[in-house]
């Protein structure tokens, strides 16, 4: 199977949880230490290979478009002054790598928002990566790992990859829960799960359920590898949970025709997207770069 260099990044969410930040400046801007947030979700797509990046926004958003292009007016500014190292600094994205803006329209939903990316993703398959969820950038090579081994393992097998953590009891309503295929022992999971990264067959998710439903403790992290089918199942996904059009309802219609697996995570993730660990994420962060 071919190279994956295709990725999608949904940044269209208002950030309620994150105002008053986020009311005038989009929350994947908002500063992680000294670089905003999507900065390293870029970086960290880049570090596995990906070569062209599609943002899905909405009209507010245009500021992170403007983030990732060339200022050239302070470019030229700064080189006026002698400050080429701060201008280059400023340059960091690689020369073969594409940034591309489009925009979702109407906010139905995190599966709404992948399929928007369709005309420019086109035939290809393609990793999605969530900008609240910032992998730990500071600990040897995790920030590639995860997404390098699921990359590989969808190139080598052509299951679609899920990248899911064991959470706590009180965390599973917050995320999409993994049904694990029944003949999959959890217990080798878990084990596994801080030592390598490790990929298993998947039954289903479930989406935000309550502790009662919940399969597993095993939740969607934020970054999936994806056969370019799911852009099939996902243009006939009707709104379920919260009334908007779910990635999770989509996966499950290709894990029937397709085969999906979860790869278990290495390393720490942080959710930007949620006041009480965006702060502690920030905290982190900063004391990395002091
Ligand atoms: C989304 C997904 C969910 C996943 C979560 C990870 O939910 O729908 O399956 O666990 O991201 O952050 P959201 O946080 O957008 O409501």
Redesign the pocket.
């Known amino acids: 199977m071919k190279k994956i260099t295709h990725a999608v990044i949904p940044v269209a969410?208002f950030g309620t949880r994150m105002l008053p930040l986020s009311k005038a400046v989009p929350k994947e801007l908002l500063p992680l230490g000294n670089r905003p947030a999507i900065h390293y979700v870029v970086e960290e797509a880049i570090a596995a290979g990906i070569k062209h990046i599609v943002l899905v926004g909405h009209a507010q958003k245009s500021a992170i478009e403007n983030y990732f292009d060339i200022n050239a007016e302070l470019d030229n500014q700064l080189r006026h002054k002698g400050k080429d190292e701060l201008a280059d600094s400023l340059n960091w994205l690689p020369k073969d790598v594409t940034i591309s803006m489009i925009r979702q329209g109407q906010a139905l939903g995190?599966g709404h928002a992948v399929l928007a990316a369709r005309p420019i993703i086109g035939e290809h398959d393609f990793a999605v990566l969530?900008p609240?969820?910032v992998l730990d950038p500071f600990t040897t090579d995790l920030q590639s790992d995860n997404l390098a081994f699921m990359l590989n393992e969808f190139t080598q097998n052509g299951y679609s990859q899920i990248l899911v953590d064991k959470v706590a009891d009180e965390e599973v309503s917050?995320?999409?829960i993994a049904k694990l295929s029944a003949d999959t022992n959890f217990e080798d999971i878990t084990t596994d799960i801080t030592t390598v990264n490790a990929s298993f067959k998947v039954a289903g998710?479930v989406?935000?359920p309550s502790l009662a439903d919940a399969p597993s403790r095993l939740?969607?992290?934020?970054r999936y590898v994806f056969s370019n089918r799911i852009f099939d199942y996902l243009a006939n996904t009707k709104a379920s949970v919260g009334g908007e059009i779910?990635?999770?309802d989509a996966i499950d219609a290709l894990i029937s025709q397709q085969g999906v697996e979860v790869t278990t995570m290495l390393g720490n993730s942080y959710?930007a997207?949620d006041m009480q660990s965006y702060m502690q994420a920030f905290i982190y962060f900063a004391q990395q770069q002091l």
Not at 219 to 222: L, Q, R
């Open positions: 969410g995190l969530l609240d969820v917050k995320y999409g998710f989406e935000k939740a969607v992290v934020g779910q990635l999770t959710d997207g």
